[in-house]
């Protein structure tokens, strides 16, 4: 991954659910996962959650509380449990949110604190999911994950989050969009796909809009999947186990 862009970090895939714990259990079955962070914070979006930490990557699983909630339109549009969000870290996020002004992304929310900033962009500009860039401070820590990462960097278990797959109508284009934001450059090599500071973005082709969106999580664990199968279909995406050279 010579080519990868440093300083641009892939640190959390977020999957949407109709019920949380149902989800959340056979989540943390399936990689060998610890008890997971609830943050109260995404009360404001209607939601309730758990974070698991993977590595210092995380996986998230959002679901609605009230009906009135983009997570429960995306839910009835989708008509399921699927991949939902993808949140990067970036060490320049002034230049990102530059850039996605330049282009005319829209912002549909917005923050910024001492340890920590966030802006999630609007997913039919972005498409293929909410994309959210985010700048930690300092670089490393993730006040998402819950206390032992808030304004400090936590102590990573093993594992992480490797790459993550989106499928849409067209993939380059979108694939442009999103390397544009972040800073990045395509790479045709297998596809279009974005090489990032320790893992990838991926994008594929859909026709369907119930087969659009983010797909795939790739992820290295110390253990293998249940059965020892490579793949797993779980709350609407693929669970892929991939080892430390495989990327």
Known sequence: MSDAR?????RQAVL??????PLATALQ????????FRDPGVGEFGLANVVFALGDCFIEIVSPMRPDTPA???????GGDGGYMAIFDLQDLAAARERAAAL?????????????????LHPADMRGAIVSIDGSTPYGSWRWGGPQWTGRV??????????????VADPETVAACWGEVLGV????????LLRLDGGEVRFQSAAAESEQGLVEIAVETPAELPGGAPVLQLGGVRLRRVGSAQL
Request: aromatic share 4%; hydrophobic share 40%; proline share 9%.
């Open 16 to 21: 949407v659910a109709a019920e949380l714990e």
């Open 72 to 78: 429960g339109r995306y839910l009835s549009r989708h």
């Open 154 to 167: 936590g102590p990573p278990g093993a594992g992480r989050l490797a790459a993550i797959t989106i499928a």
């Open 185 to 192: 450059e395509v790479s045709e090599e297998q596809g279009p």
């Open 6 to 10: 440093p300083g641009v970090r892939l």
């Open 104 to 120: 005319g992304v829209r912002v549909v929310w917005q923050i910024d604190l001492p340890d920590i900033s966030g802006t999630h």
């Open 29 to 36: 079955s399936a990689l060998g996962l610890t008890e997971p």
